[in-house]
């Protein structure tokens, strides 16, 4: 759809031959931007709820700078996740108010309002180890319009610890729980909260935690029934869900 289509619907609505349900439904299949090496799919929050999300890793600084300047162009909020330092400053060249979350490896630029969410998401973490993908997921719920509470270094070898943040994790209206090594916490949260709990297996641990398979497979074996879980170090996709969960 074009320009021309697009000013030809909107006058439809204005004049009546088209209700806004309607224009909505035709909106959704907007096609994408087509660069040659990527197709921008300017209009994914429209059909999903969440924008598309720039995969920075495996790409060149070159890429991810020009999609990233699209995408900008476009006038959302722009997120990359896996990106470099060298990335970010090809980016900022041309958009000074992106910025670099360097132990999350993300480029957020925000300039434009969001539907906030309707509670807290509770970003946990066991380790200061873990504490990169739990900013992962921090960062990209904050930019999808949530508030956000991160709770470090509460893991169950000190549970002590968890539990003077109790107020904290039984207000949250979804939590985002991150873990390596045998990726016990997920389970204990689950059984002290009545929420959603997004368990994320991080690679922390040593030669037996097989990359955190080990952690991943404790979780999905977790007895605790609030509890799900996502792919191992995937802190954006926990917090994709929790967003979609905390906008319901």
């Not at 439904?25 to 994408?32: I, Q, V, Y």
């Not at 040659?36 to 920075?56: N, Q, Y």
């Not at 990359?211 to 977790?222: E, K, Y």
Request: proline share 4%; hydrophobic share 45%; net charge negative.
């Amino acid at each position: 759809m074009n320009r021309l289509q697009i000013e030809t619907l909107l006058q439809e609505v204005r004049d009546g031959q088209t209700d806004v349900a309607q224009a909505l439904d035709r909106l959704r299949d907007l096609p994408f931007e087509d660069m040659g090496f990527a197709k921008l799919d300017h209009h994914r929050s429209l059909r999903t709820g969440m924008p598309e999300v720039i995969f920075a890793a495996g790409k060149t600084t070159a890429q991810v700078a020009a999609i990233f300047a699209h995408m900008a162009q476009a006038g959302g909020n722009v997120l990359a996740t896996r990106a470099s330092r060298e990335m970010f400053e090809a980016i900022a060249c041309a958009h000074p108010r992106a910025e670099f979350h360097e132990s999350a490896r993300a480029i957020t630029l925000q300039q434009a309002p969001t539907i906030p969410g309707k509670g807290t998401v509770g970003v946990v973490c066991a380790g200061t180890s873990d504490l990169p993908v739990a900013e992962e997921a921090a960062i990209t719920a904050r930019l999808m319009g949530n508030t956000v509470e991160l709770i470090a270094d509460v893991g169950v070898a000190g549970i002590h610890r968890l539990l003077a943040q109790k107020d904290s994790l039984q207000s949250a209206r979804v939590l985002i729980v991150c873990a390596g090594m045998e990726g016990a916490l997920p389970t204990v949260v689950g059984g002290l909260v009545n929420a959603p709990v997004i368990a994320v297996p991080t690679s922390v641990g040593y030669g037996a935690s097989l990359g955190s398979i080990a952690a991943l497979l404790g979780m999905l074996n977790t007895c605790s029934p609030n509890v799900c879980v996502v792919n191992i170090d995937n802190g954006f996709g926990a917090a994709c869900i929790a967003s979609l969960i905390n906008h319901r």
